[in-house]
């Protein structure tokens, strides 16, 4: 089992800036791609971005790529998610996962996920 919790979540004006933090705990050594996604009131879950655990190599969406960055502290365990030129669009409830198989990090097989944390932006 793998537990993850997120924070830094919150409000924030249009152009502003937040970062997100997922600490894991647990069977660590068992991760092998670490992602966060993100749903909308009314709308399904997609993916914003991903990051190999061991290599690092970090994946994005085309909606946030350039203005979001991704990166992992491998000693703390932690993922974070630095999301600057935040939009509206942007509002959602962001979820970190994991999982322990080679597969494409675009693919939602992860099989652990946190809580969520709530982003809004607003205009």
């Known amino acids: 089992q793998v537990q993850l919790v997120e924070s830094g979540g919150g409000l924030v004006q249009a152009g502003g800036s937040l970062r997100l933090s997922c600490a894991a705990s647990?069977?660590?050594?068992?991760?092998?791609?670490m992602g966060w996604f993100r749903q909308a009131p009314g709308k399904e879950r997609e993916f914003v971005a991903a990051?190999?655990?061991?290599?690092?190599?970090?994946y994005y969406a085309e909606a946030v790529k350039g203005r979001f960055t991704i990166s992992r502290d491998k000693a703390k365990n932690t993922v974070y998610l630095q999301m600057n030129s935040l939009k509206p669009e942007d509002t959602a409830v962001y979820y970190c996962?994991?999982?322990?198989?080679?597969?494409?990090?675009?693919?939602?097989?992860?099989?652990?996920w946190g809580q969520g944390t709530q982003v809004t932006v607003s205009s």
């Open positions: 990051i190999s655990w061991s290599g690092g190599s970090t």
């Open positions: 647990g069977r660590t050594f068992s991760i092998n791609v």
């Open positions: 996962a994991c999982k322990p198989w080679v597969t494409t990090p675009y693919v939602n097989d992860y099989n652990y």
